[in-house]
């Protein structure tokens, strides 16, 4: 390195604004946290810095507190420096520069170095900051850019401005649409678009329409207050009380995954790096945010191997969420299982609760109950079968185990919760004596009841193959699809029995169903039982109070199905994720009448914007139910006059169009009339276009089209 | 309505036509055969008189209807795609594809009465859309000739000059390539078809977009009846596809428009393929597709049809 590298640094230094010749590095302090909280107002200025494409000086770290040494000892102290550092990232090509006094010829006592990522430079920053060469010379490593963000703090304090209040925009008044309705969001090519469901006038009602609003997909917050988009230089939140304004901003570099928290109060945004050495395993970050401020309240950063523990799938080996949130709207814990352990987080202080993971040899599952504090969590086998597999209640923040099972021969389990967190039901894979297969029963745990009551379950044919479970919402009552492909059988079990309500009764078997899925009302009581994918789209509308089937449709090729918040109506979708053709969405009642269809290309997204629960009681809630006539009449003149109103706007519609039709028909008729003479000129004066004066010649031909003489011969008295 | 199904080509059916009278149905396949039915009872026949036919075999040839001789061949350097006769028949537009460094053009020849003098020498010939011109047909009086093809544009060129003068509005027209294009009887609006799964009706003066016809299928064929405001619109998933999904997904249906109202009024199904021509009988009374599976259907209306109201 040369004097043309000192002038370059210099520029580099000039353009940054920092005077190389007056930094006291000691000197400075620097606070905690990536933008000291302080989020940049200046739109411009924030976009034009993330959309460096080149990361500029962000890949670069300073390394204070090296030792001085003469021009003999410099190749050693850099070939250490360099040891050191390209253990963590790959240094780029003269990435490495340690300035020399050009008076002394001494080093100067710090080295810049440039990384090929940010990420490298950060995690070097991280990891070394701190280390000690020997006892004189403890490294102090920063980013090359926080030089250059502090020295922009003004030296003198000025109290900041204080704004008037404003008061915020009503971020549910979706809610208050008069027509009682509910939005959904769409995404199909570049297009995000989000409409009101106007099933009486059987169409969709658009309410805002975006190009490329997002870069990967859209997400509604739980209470449907928000939608979050995904960008490059982080996630977004929209909403508002007329149209979709932005609310909020959250930087985070790359990400790929977000979540809410059940109460929307914390966002959980997810990125995965590359490592520049490919033996690594890719470098996981983690924020999560307050939703509203926009504040960083905790960040994890590891290497993918730490987060990947647990289930299996998600990206690139992580299970997502990786966080998952204790139900209820509180969102006062959250937990990720890792080796042999579950870390509990609590919201106060963001920091583990008793400051220690739960303690769980070879856990390998868990799930928090929809409504309370509760951890259900799942340990298989242990040494053979010495150790049973066991399933297990913990509460939280007390971690008393609640409630154990253990289960032998057991090959898998799996755990569902019902809605209310009434009822756990175990799923539970055993081996037969052989250990050639398996076969499935059920363990249902009575949460709400004195000392947590298990019941086993086992199917009428506990052979039969388990194809899908799912509880009816706030209900007692699941339906399972069981036995075997292509025409499986479904069952309906309740929690109650008609004179115990301690007991789990049958209530029926469908059989043979071309079904693969279960979709239950949000409301209960109805049911979908829908062959998706394999199955073409078969759909089932099914009630299970009266038992019987309300309607069969089909939606060809169907691959989603998603009911509204209100357990009214219900899309099925055809989504490019799985088929390239018929892409698109219907709309149906919840008894399954096909209300419209709406058909696009490349269509990836449907998604219902989600309702915050209901202010109504349960009691309060029977008695409409079971007045329902009296509240009906008005809504049903509504929709008598909507379906007049339709008819008549329908009339003029097909009237102006036949009008207009009519105005180009006599232009043309008077054109041709024009053109007449000319066209009989082109064609020789030959009469003209009417057919019928054309003289209907007829006209024989015959055609001699072979003549051949053959000589018979004729043999008589043979027979 | 029971159709008659003529199978007479061994590849996929590429264009149908009926002469003026309408006894007479012509097809042309892939099989290098073109082929004459009687229109009203399916038979093939081997009182137009004269027929041109264009073939990726670089030629384009005059025909005797009644003896089925070849009386002229027009040789180009490049596939002919499509053929229109002049009102009085003295003139042909040819549309010929880019091929081997040749661009994709139009050309316009003289068709003499008398075959033994005809010439093969080009009144016009003009070039310039990108890709294939896949129909050009001649607009009223023989004074334009109408365009579409690859580059999804319709466009209007004076037959005399050869000079642009029209060309469709890219925010309303076609986004995808135009496969077909056909004139009302009295030429005054003509229709287009696209894969981009719509038909446009246009004004052919003025190239005003009148109707679109939305699908759910990229459009190969369209045809307009003469006796009712019906469009037909004819297509399906693209052949190479289609033995991937069930054949519903396929949607191979001659789908019935009404032309005012823009509103499917019915379909008609039967083809194992996509459809890739189409033909109205000029009675209106009956008409055929041909399709991908290589048959002909010649469909005769049931009384129905013509009570439909909507």
Not at chain 1, 124 to 143: P, Q
Not at chain 1, 563 to 586: K, L
Not at chain 2, 150 to 160: H, N
Request: net charge negative; aromatic share 10%; with cysteine.
């Amino acid at each position: 390195m040369g004097e043309i590298s000192l002038t370059e640094l210099e520029a580099r230094a000039a353009a940054a604004g920092i005077d190389l010749s007056l930094i006291d590095l000691d000197s400075i302090q620097l606070p905690p946290g990536d933008d000291f909280g302080i989020i940049s107002d200046d739109e411009d200025i924030y976009q034009e810095e993330q959309m460096d494409f080149d990361y500029g000086l962000g890949n670069t770290i300073v390394v204070d507190n090296l030792p001085v040494v003469p021009k003999e000892k410099f190749e050693k102290l850099e070939g250490v420096i360099r040891k050191i550092y390209s253990q963590i990232g790959v240094i780029k090509e003269d990435g490495l520069w340690m300035p020399v006094d050009p008076e002394t010829q001494k080093s100067l006592g710090y080295c810049f170095i440039e990384y090929n990522t940010p990420q490298e430079a950060e995690l070097a920053k991280e990891k070394t900051n701190g280390y000690k060469l020997d006892r004189a010379h403890i490294f102090a490593v920063n980013m090359i850019e926080d030089f250059n963000r502090f020295m922009k703090v003004p030296d003198e304090w000025a109290p900041p401005e204080i704004r008037p209040y404003v008061p915020g925009e009503n971020l549910q008044h979706w809610l208050t649409d008069e027509k009682a309705r509910d939005q959904f969001v769409i995404r199909a090519g570049s297009d995000t678009e989000v409409f009101w469901n106007d099933a009486r006038h059987l169409k969709p009602d658009p309410v805002y329409k975006r190009a490329y609003w997002t870069e990967s997909y859209v997400q509604w917050s739980p209470l449907g207050t928000y939608l979050a988009t995904i960008h490059r230089q982080g996630a977004a939140v929209w909403g508002g009380a007329s149209t979709f304004n932005r609310l909020m901003r959250y930087a985070h570099p790359q990400v790929k995954l977000i979540d809410f928290s059940p109460g929307e109060k914390y966002l959980v945004t997810y990125s995965s790096h590359e490592p520049s050495n490919p033996r690594d395993a890719n470098r996981v970050v983690i924020n999560i945010f307050d939703v509203r401020t926009g504040k960083v309240m905790r960040d994890f950063k590891g290497s993918a191997d730490e987060f990947a523990i647990g289930g299996a799938g998600g990206v690139a080996g992580v299970s997502w969420p990786v966080f998952r949130w204790s139900g209820g709207k509180d969102d006062k814990y959250f937990a990720k299982i890792g080796k042999n352990m579950i870390s509990v987080y609590e919201t106060e202080s963001f920091s583990l609760v008793d400051k220690k993971s739960l303690k769980i040899e070879n856990v390998m599952d868990f799930i928090w109950s929809p409504t309370d504090p509760i951890l259900a969590l799942f340990v298989p086998e242990l040494g053979g079968g010495n150790q049973p597999a066991r399933v297990s209640l913990f509460q939280i923040p007390s971690k008393e185990e609640l409630r154990q099972k253990n289960l032998f021969s057991v090959s898998d389990c799996k755990m569902y919760w019902q809605s209310n967190g009434d009822y756990l039901a175990v799923k539970v894979d055993r081996y037969t004596k052989t250990k050639k297969s398996t076969y499935t029963g059920f363990e249902l745990f009575r949460i709400k009841e004195r000392d947590i009551p298990i019941e086993v379950l086992e199917l009428d044919n506990k052979n039969d193959k388990i194809i899908a479970f799912a509880w009816e919402p706030k209900g007692h009552r699941f339906a399972v699809i069981h036995g075997d492909n292509p025409r499986p059988d479904v069952s309906f079990y309740s929690m109650r029995s008609a004179h115990n309500t301690g007991r789990v009764s049958k209530l029926t078997t469908l059989k043979g169903k071309q079904a693969n899925s279960l979709f239950w009302s949000p409301s209960g009581r109805y049911l979908i039982l829908a062959g998706l994918k394999g199955f073409n789209g078969q759909l089932e509308f099914y009630n299970v109070d009266e038992l019987e089937t309300m309607a069969t449709a089909e939606h060809f090729m169907a691959t989603d199905i998603e009911w509204d918040p209100t357990g009214r109506y219900v899309a099925t979708a055809v989504t490019s994720v799985h088929h390239e053709m018929e892409n698109g969405f219907y709309i149906w009642s919840f008894n399954g009448k096909l209300l419209y269809r709406t058909l696009k290309d490349h269509f990836f997204q449907f998604l219902w914007r989600p309702r915050p629960p209901s202010f109504l009681s349960p009691e309060k809630e029977e008695e409409i139910s079971k007045n329902l006539k009296k509240y009906s009449k008005k809504y049903e003149a509504e929709d008598q006059d909507v379906s007049l109103q339709l008819s008549e706007q329908d009339r003029e519609k097909r009237k102006m169009l036949k009008d207009e039709w009519e105005k180009w028909i006599s232009e043309w008729k008077r054109m041709h009339e024009e053109e007449k003479s000319l066209r009989q000129m082109l064609r020789d004066g030959e009469a003209s276009d009417e057919e019928e004066e054309y003289e209907a010649k007829e006209v024989e031909v015959e055609e001699l089209l072979d003549v051949s003489e053959e000589i018979l011969s004729f043999e008589f008295g043979q027979e | 309505m029971r159709p008659i199904l003529m199978k007479g080509h061994e590849r996929p059916l590429t264009f149908l036509k009926y002469n003026r009278e309408g006894d007479l149905l012509f097809s042309c396949a892939k099989d290098h055969n073109p082929t004459v039915w009687f229109a009203d009872n399916g038979e093939r026949l081997g009182d137009s008189m004269l027929l041109i036919t264009a073939s990726a075999d670089q030629s384009v040839k005059l025909w005797n209807v009644q003896t089925g001789a070849q009386l002229y061949t027009f040789s180009f350097n490049s596939p002919a795609r499509s053929v229109d006769f002049s009102v009085g028949d003295k003139l042909a537009v040819i549309t010929t594809d880019p091929f081997m460094g040749v661009t994709s053009a139009i050309n316009v020849k003289r068709i003499d009465e008398d075959p033994s003098q005809q010439s093969g020498e080009s009144v016009l010939t003009i070039t310039g859309p990108a890709g294939r011109i896949n129909r050009a047909v001649w607009g009223p009086l023989n004074k334009t000739i109408i365009s579409g093809g690859e580059d999804s544009v319709v466009r209007i060129w004076d037959s005399e000059t050869g000079k642009l003068l029209k060309e469709s509005d890219p925010e309303v027209g076609h986004k995808k390539q135009i496969t077909s294009l056909t004139k009302s009887a009295d030429g005054s609006h003509f229709l287009t078809g696209s894969l981009d799964k719509s038909a446009k009706l246009w004004d052919t003066r003025t190239l005003t977009l009148i109707k679109t016809y939305a699908t759910e299928r990229p459009v190969n064929a369209v045809a307009m009846s003469p006796l009712l405001d019906h469009v037909v619109l004819g297509g399906g998933q693209d052949a190479s596809s289609v033995t991937t999904t069930d054949h519903r997904a396929g949607k191979f249906e001659a789908k019935f428009y009404d032309k005012i109202l823009q509103e499917e009024i019915g379909g008609v199904k039967g083809h194992f393929g996509p459809i890739n021509a189409l033909a109205f009988n000029p009675d209106g009374k009956s008409f055929s597709s041909g399709g991908e599976d290589g048959y002909v259907r010649l469909h005769h209306f049931d009384p129905d049809y013509f009570n439909i109201k909507i």
